[in-house]
């Protein structure tokens, strides 16, 4: 069974500090792999995702994040942060066989931005 | 905007009662998804719907039932609800005629709360 592991609760940076939100993925092939942000009282928004390829992905709202397969992670990263950028953060897991996508879902992150 | 929408967007009810929660999609996905988000558990699936009249089982799908007999619906039923399923739920689409299954795009969520 697939799973994902997101070992960061809670993150605080400064804005215009670098950002990286790890996740750890159980996968027994290569999964397909995404990021999403939600907003207080939002729904999930589709930040990038991954189903192979180039490692490095790149995303909306300047967020990149890296497949290792080594490590069996998927990191996000975003140079600069901005404060609209707090948010929490979930990574998720699909298995690319089948028809529909059913997703594992990390715990998430919760990302606070400071001034 | 994908084109979903969630009703009712909050809801109490008392335990005991049964409950039925609409999702609406506009644009033809092919696949839909009821998930339940809970502190500390991220998002679970509860059921998904793989084409009218075809839906399946979830993570945790006791106590849930849903149905889907128009490609524009997707209904979750509680039919007696219980405390354990305060929560909100989110609903998600995917694969638009011609594409892939595995981007899934969500509702706005609705916040159930059982007393």
């Known amino acids: 069974a697939q799973s994902v592991t997101q070992p960061d609760i809670h993150i605080t940076v400064s804005e215009g500090a670098s950002l990286e939100l790890r996740c750890n993925y159980s996968y027994g092939a290569t999964p397909y792999l995404f990021w999403y942000v939600q907003s207080p009282g939002q729904g999930l928004q589709l930040l990038l995702k991954?189903?192979?390829?180039?490692?490095l992905v790149q995303g909306i709202k300047g967020f990149e994040a890296e497949f290792k397969r080594s490590q069996s992670s998927f990191n996000l990263r975003k140079p600069s942060v901005h404060w609209s950028d707090a948010a929490e953060y979930f990574c998720?897991?699909?298995?690319?066989?089948?028809?529909?996508?059913?997703?594992?879902f990390g715990t998430g992150t919760r990302l606070q931005v400071t001034l | 905007d994908a084109g979903i929408t969630q009703s009712p967007r909050h809801k109490v009810t008392e335990t005991g009662t049964p409950v039925t929660l609409r999702c609406h999609q506009t644009e033809n996905h092919r696949y839909m998804y009821w998930y339940r988000q809970d502190p500390g558990h991220g998002l679970r699936l509860i059921h998904y719907?793989?084409?009218?009249?075809?839906?399946d089982k979830g993570e945790v799908s006791d106590g849930y039932s849903v149905s889907r007999s128009k490609t524009e619906d997707f209904l979750l039923t509680l039919e007696s609800a219980t405390s354990s399923q305060t929560s909100v739920y989110f609903c998600?689409?995917?694969?638009?005629?011609?594409?892939?299954?595995?981007?899934?795009?969500f509702g706005p969520g609705t916040r159930l709360t059982v007393t």
């Open positions: 998600a689409i995917s694969g638009l005629p011609g594409q892939g299954a595995h981007e899934q795009y």
């Open positions: 991954y189903f192979s390829g180039d490692t």
């Open positions: 998720a897991v699909g298995a690319p066989t089948g028809t529909a996508s059913k997703l594992t």
């Open positions: 719907s793989y084409g009218v009249k075809d839906t």
